[in-house]
């Protein structure tokens, strides 16, 4: 018989998929709480959801007290789906262990109802860890999955938990502790809406013309504007995401759930946050899921030269000494350096020359932004060259067109579309 530390890595190696039950499974709402603490509450809502006819599949993400209610999936069944057990991590006694622990399992037992057909919508309900197991779980089903997180945190900064997906997050108002006037209110309001969203069904279908996603930023708005005009009169729909870290990351899922045809990658900026520190990064895997997947690509290097930051008071004292442009009142910019741009530059090229399938780099010699052209506060030469010598040195195979335009000259526009246009013919062919 196998050693529990054997079956544990073994689970933790295989797909939660378990053989779905005889004959036609009805729809369901998953409702993913910690019933030690949350049980009277979760069983509120569940019954809530059955007074407006959706059915409710209760699963109980605890780890430490006794369950307040009977749950539909036991919490034995939950860390069997991340691969450990219930008795294990009791033993070790680590909260934030079975925290990961009970989101890896939400998140198998999710997509194992989804991949059989069974899954009408997901509803989170908790503080901290409630909010990070319910999400886990919703930010692995694809867009367009009701999805649905009662929260302590919601009225903070979410973006942790609601990454790239469209997550909506409903402040609870009160701690989620017991029920009373205000807490049976929002609850039975997250059951309306719930319900609404799942009994609304799916978006009606378009055109389905093929996707294009497409990456600006205000100082690169009219590049980003001349270029889908140029690509829907083709006959593509574009997708514009503003290059504000979840736009980004959006963008970088968007490619890896197989939805885009192409990808048109004017505004990279995000690199520049990620690099330096500044408030707008998409993290390190920006610019990386296109060339995975081999999907045809055109990048340049929008908004390169800048780093974000919110009101001036909130920037580092380290950066004293910088170059800055006060965007408004809540936005500072600040110019990268030489330096800042050759990393920026290797670190470009070498992700594209990573593509597995068509890839284009054009360069604007004029200027990367709104404000990096002659006469405007951001105008560098030399950040630019140091940035385009290092992209053409790292950028191996993948072909680097500079052209003397700026990146907002219609110029600039036309030959970032047209070459993406050329790309997506020849693979059609």
């Known amino acids: 018989m196998p050693s529990r530390g054997r079956r544990e890595r073994s689970a933790a190696n295989q797909p939660y998929n378990p053989a779905p039950p005889p004959g036609p499974a009805p729809m369901s709402v998953y409702l993913f709480a910690t019933l030690d603490t949350k049980g009277h509450e979760a069983e509120f809502v569940r019954a809530a959801l059955r007074a407006l006819d959706v059915s409710v599949v209760l699963v109980d993400t605890s780890c430490v007290g006794a369950p307040q209610v009977k749950a539909d999936v036991a919490r034995e069944q939950v860390f069997e789906a991340a691969g450990t057990t219930l008795e294990a991590l009791q033993k070790r006694g680590d909260r934030g262990e079975a925290v990961n622990a009970a989101a890896r399992g939400a998140t198998a037992l999710a997509l194992a109802a989804h991949g059989r057909g069974t899954l009408d919508g997901v509803f989170g309900l908790g503080g901290g860890a409630g909010t990070t197991i319910g999400t886990a779980a919703m930010r692995a089903l694809p867009i367009g999955v009701p999805k649905l997180m009662v929260s302590t945190l919601a009225s903070g900064d979410v973006r942790a938990f609601v990454g790239s997906k469209d997550i909506l997050m409903m402040n609870s108002v009160v701690d989620i502790a017991g029920l009373n006037r205000i807490s049976r209110s929002v609850l039975t309001r997250a059951a309306q809406a719930m319900t609404g969203m799942v009994r609304g069904g799916a978006a009606q279908a378009g055109d389905d013309k093929p996707l294009i996603a497409a990456s600006m930023f205000g100082v690169t708005t009219p590049c980003v504007e001349r270029a889908r005009a140029v690509l829907e009169a083709a006959g593509y729909e574009v997708l514009v995401f503003h290059a504000t870290g979840s736009g980004g990351q959006t963008l970088e899922s968007l490619a890896r759930e197989r939805l885009l045809a192409g990808v048109l990658d004017i505004t990279t900026t995000e690199l520049a946050d990620e690099l330096v520190g500044g408030v707008l990064s998409a993290g390190p895997d920006r610019l990386t ?141």
């Open 289 to 429: 899921a296109a060339a995975e997947l081999g999907l045809p690509q055109v990048v340049s290097v929008g908004a390169l030269d800048m780093v974000n930051f919110w009101a001036r008071a909130t920037v580092p004292a380290k950066f004293a000494a910088r170059k800055f442009h006060e965007h408004n009142a809540n936005v500072t910019l600040m110019r990268t350096t030489v330096d800042e741009n050759r990393a920026l530059g290797r670190e470009l090229g070498v992700k594209i020359a990573r593509s597995r399938g068509p890839a284009k780099i054009l360069l604007p010699s004029r200027g990367v932004s709104a404000l990096d052209r002659a006469g405007q506060p951001f105008d560098d030469p030399a950040a630019r060259r140091a940035l385009y010598d290092e992209i053409k040195r790292s950028a191996d195979a993948v072909p680097v067109l500079e052209l003397d335009l700026h990146i907002n000259d219609a110029a600039f526009a036309d030959a970032a579309a047209n070459a993406l246009l050329e790309m997506l013919r020849t693979r059609a062919k």
